[in-house]
């Protein structure tokens, strides 16, 4: 299967239950609409991760860009994904930080390499060896535990300015809720302009950071560095592998069951692709 995607319904208008499987799209501009609302779902992630581990945050963003249309395009478009910035990497990149940015670079390329090699294998031998080992039971609980290591993160964005982000909140669930069709979907979209709306004229937003922001660049070229290989930052990052199978088994599963389709077949090319954009990344 291609890029051939067909128009779901007409293109306007999602019945209640219903969903958009990965071969359908609304009309472009309702499509261009989620796509934005994806993008700042993510944001926050893949920005935070390279402003704790100190990596260049536009080079990620970048490379962020280009492992997602390389994914899209090895998985053939059957997989829905994003790849943006993982939370594994926080540990081991925390934990070998005295090695320098060129070693924990080469430690995401081995880690890389070798989720890559697995989808390889996956893709030969089939699904059954991914389901063996990690049955989901486990991959459900590494995605679940993922995403409560998160939560200290967003707990304390919200303490440091509660009421604008209780605004913001409060906007998401009532879109979320009580919005019908895809006004409904598009909760966190709205809510995040909602949220900038009421933090720009209740003075939220301070005048040094939208000074930084108006002084920025429109445009500007990454920032590139050659990795170097250390067997000790090597051996650390590998672990970050099983975690980076589970997140990516996990997400396959969860897009099968929404759209009630098999796409057991498709675990390897999703394994490979991530591992090559990894790869590619560091």
């Known amino acids: 299967m291609g890029f051939g995607w067909a128009l779901h319904g007409d293109g306007r208008q999602i019945e209640a239950g219903a969903v958009v499987a990965p071969d359908e799209r609304l009309s472009w501009p309702r499509t261009i609409g ?48 994003y ?34 090699v697995i989808g390889l294998i996956v893709k030969v031998l089939g699904s059954r060896v991914i389901d063996a080992v990690m049955p989901p039971v486990v991959t459900g ?58 933090a720009w004229f209740s003075g939220g937003l301070a005048p040094d950071r939208v000074d930084a922001l108006q002084a920025a660049a429109w445009f500007g070229a990454p920032e590139l560095r050659a990795p170097t290989f250390e067997l000790s930052v090597v051996l650390l990052t590998l672990p970050v592998v099983i975690v980076l199978i589970a997140e990516n088994v996990g997400h396959v599963k969860a897009v099968a069951a929404m759209t009630g389709r098999n796409l057991d077949d498709v675990a390897g090319d999703a394994l490979f692709a991530d591992g090559l954009a990894t790869t590619i990344a560091a």
């Open 34 to 81: 989620i796509g934005m609302q994806h993008v700042i779902a993510m944001f926050g992630a893949t920005l935070l991760v390279p402003t704790i581990t100190g990596f260049p945050v536009t080079t990620t963003l970048l490379f962020s860009g280009i492992g997602t249309v390389l994914f899209l395009l090895i998985t053939r478009g059957r997989v829905p994904s």
């Open 141 to 198: 609980a590494v995605v679940a535990l993922i995403g409560l290591n998160l939560a200290p993160t967003a707990a304390g964005s919200f303490e440091a300015q509660p009421l604008i982000g209780a605004v913001t909140l409060v906007s998401i669930l009532v879109v979320t809720v009580l919005g019908r069709g895809l006004f409904g979907r598009l909760g966190i979209l709205v809510g995040v302009v909602i949220g900038w709306v009421f």
């Open 83 to 116: 790849l943006g910035s993982s939370f594994a990497f926080i540990a081991p990149l925390s934990a070998s930080a005295g090695s320098g940015p060129a070693a924990q670079l080469g430690g995401i390329v081995a880690a890389g390499v070798v989720l890559a």
